[in-house]
């Protein structure tokens, strides 16, 4: 179970980045293209006109993009903090001329803060980093004031869907959760955290882990 200890020491992202290539450079030069005016979602009523997912940490981009170009009238947004992946998406986007898939880059702790409140139809967290030492708690994205945050984001009768393959963050994730009291969980069966939405398309940090014989977690929660 998270201390107060680990509620009140949460830190930013760290990693060591690796070098791109001159193509993802090139790629990530272009990030401009697809960025978008946050304050415009809710200004614009660009949040009562469309759905509006967010994905966090979305690695190489393999869902939302997938997810994006399944649901052209719907508006994905997503955050990363590492350019290669942000490079990686923005090659699937030109690839498919998708006009509906919007990028941010950085740090998603700082930037919800500059997120309206109630916008979002759905917030995705999927297999984030699980910093499985104790000592490295204070690492794992999801703490406490970040479950808050999500819950201020997410609109009325909007969920927050969150996966992992590792036990003791998916055991971190509901003692939150059920200390929190901002969400419901979502299960009545074992059935429904073992298998993921519709429409889910799993991410290549799904596949490393069964093929590692680690079973995935789908864990789906409702805004209280």
């Not at 759905?51 to 997503?78: C, M, R, T, V």
């Not at 590492?82 to 923005?90: M, S, T, V």
């Not at 984030?128 to 970040?146: A, G, M, N, T, V």
Request: glycine share 6%.
């Amino acid at each position: 179970m998270p201390s107060n200890k680990a509620q009140n020491n949460i830190i930013t992202v760290r990693g060591r980045e690796r070098s791109l290539t001159s193509k993802q450079k090139s790629l990530f030069s272009n990030l401009g293209n697809y960025g978008i005016d946050l304050l415009s979602l809710k200004k614009d009523n660009i949040h009562i006109n469309k759905k509006l997912f967010f994905e966090i940490g979305f690695g190489s981009g393999d869902i939302i993009h997938k997810q994006a170009k399944l649901n052209p009238d719907n508006i994905y947004i997503g955050i990363e903090y590492y350019r290669k992946g942000i490079a990686q998406l923005i090659e699937k986007i030109e690839k498919t001329n998708l006009n509906n898939l919007k990028i941010l880059h950085g740090d998603a702790r700082r930037l919800l803060e500059d997120i309206p409140d109630q916008i979002f139809d759905e917030i995705w967290i999927f297999f984030p980093d699980p910093w499985p030492k104790k000592r490295h708690s204070k690492r794992r994205f999801l703490q406490l004031e970040i479950i808050k945050m999500l819950h201020k984001k997410i609109k009325s009768g909007g969920k927050l869907l969150i996966s992992s393959d590792d036990k003791n963050y998916i055991a971190w994730t509901l003692s939150l959760i059920f200390i929190g009291k901002y969400f419901s969980w979502l299960a009545e069966s074992p059935s429904d955290w073992r298998l993921p939405s519709n429409n889910y398309f799993g991410s290549k940090y799904e596949k490393k882990g069964l093929k590692s014989d680690r079973e995935p977690y789908f864990l789906k929660f409702l805004k209280i």
